[in-house]
């Protein structure tokens, strides 16, 4: 089991960057996983917004993102990112990273939300107009 731990949210203008984080606390590993990033804003379906392979080298975006995000890790420091540029308020949300189990091998990315089963608490994202 691994508790993922998440940073760097707040409130920007619209056309502003984010860059969150992710880690392990309590001396877990990341290495192991597949990643991905969620968000969920109020009233609406928690939804993925870009996934990463226990490699790296795969990434999966959703198409809202798409060219504005950018998501990576780092196994050395046991970190995952996701640099948020072009911030619009639509992407005002609760931002949840997450590990998964469910996804074998090094280069496939779970792009499914079953597939994770390990989730941090979150970290707010608020973009203003």
């Known amino acids: 089991q691994v508790q993922l731990v998440e940073s760097g949210g707040g409130l920007v203008q619209a056309g502003g960057s984010l860059r969150l984080s992710c880690a392990a606390s309590a001396g877990g590993t990341l290495s192991p996983y597949p990643m991905g990033w969620f968000r969920q804003a109020p009233g609406k379906e928690r939804e993925l917004v870009a996934g990463?392979?226990?490699?790296?080298?795969?990434?999966y975006y959703a198409e809202s993102v798409k060219g504005r995000f950018t998501m990576s890790r780092d196994n050395a420091k046991n970190a995952v990112y996701l640099q948020m540029n072009s911030l619009k308020p639509e992407d005002t949300a609760n931002y949840h990273c997450?590990?998964?189990?469910?996804?074998?091998?090094?280069?496939?990315?779970?792009?499914?939300?079953?597939?994770?089963?390990?989730w941090g608490q979150g970290t707010q994202v608020t973009v203003s107009s």
């Open positions: 990463i392979s226990r490699s790296g080298g795969n990434t």
């Open positions: 997450a590990a998964s189990t469910r996804v074998w091998g090094s280069v496939r990315v779970g792009i499914r939300q079953d597939e994770y089963d390990y």
